[in-house]
């Protein structure tokens, strides 16, 4: 069998949580993917840190970039906020730029990575996935669902219940620092509540609604 040196797959003790990287290719999809969790977190886990990356932002969407991030994370214990400005819809020509950025991710050894979801029908959304998993080979990643046009909600297999007041929060929050986006049809309360309240069903939380994700792998210590 071959194995990596040195390399022992994480497992991730939830009550033990220190650091969390987000990792999103567009201004709002971390809050999308997984806001409400991540409003859950730092609300169950005070001192937690986080980083939290936006890859494709330019213009009005950076400073609503920041501005939406720095509210989400408002009761973190550490945060860095991180925007860059990577050409949004062209990811896949730019992989050896960003890659190159990855690896200067690495020193900061997160328990938790969020990503985009493998089978993302967008493209830059695969790209950060893929090199997600190609950059934290040992860590664990929960890749996070972007509902669009397109069609691509599958079956996630990893569920955080939230409350519904965090999920208020989130449609807020959203609401308030995207006004470039309001013109998007799906940008809406109704849709930032709905997914979550299907996913709260499948799981049957006990706050009858949930964020869900993907994950490949986990270690079972
Ligand atoms: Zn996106």
Redesign the pocket.
């Known amino acids: 069998m071959a194995r990596a040196k040195g390399r022992v797959m994480r497992h991730v003790q939830f009550d033990k949580l220190k650091k969390v990287l987000c990792l ?3 201004s ?2 971390i809050e999308i993917g997984c806001g409400g969790t991540m409003l859950k977190l730092v609300e169950d886990h005070p001192g937690l840190e986080v980083t939290w990356v936006v890859f494709s932002a330019e213009g009005v969407r950076q400073v609503e970039a920041r501005a939406s991030a720095e509210a989400f994370l408002k009761k973190a214990g550490k945060s860095q906020v991180v925007v860059k400005e990577f050409r949004g819809s062209f990811f896949p020509f730019q992989g050896e730029e960003i890659k190159g950025f990855f690896e200067t991710l690495k020193p900061f050894e997160p328990d938790i990575v969020f990503t ?1 979801y493998r089978e993302d029908r ?1 493209q ?2 695969r790209v950060l996935s893929d090199l997600t998993w190609n950059t934290f080979r040992s860590h664990v990643i929960l890749e996070y669902e ?1 509902p669009k046009y397109d069609g691509d909600y599958g079956s996630p297999n990893f569920f955080v219940p939230v409350s519904r007041a965090q999920l208020a929060r989130k449609s807020k929050l959203l609401l308030t620092h995207f006004k470039s986006q309001s013109n998007k049809h799906w940008f809406t309360d109704e849709l930032f509540m709905a997914t979550p309240r299907i996913r709260g069903m499948e799981c049957d939380s006990p706050t009858r609604y949930a964020e869900a994700f993907y994950s490949r792998k986990m270690l079972l210590q």
Request: zero cysteines; charged letters at 30%; a negative charge.
């Open positions: 999103g290719a567009h709002d999809d985009h967008h830059d959304h972007i």
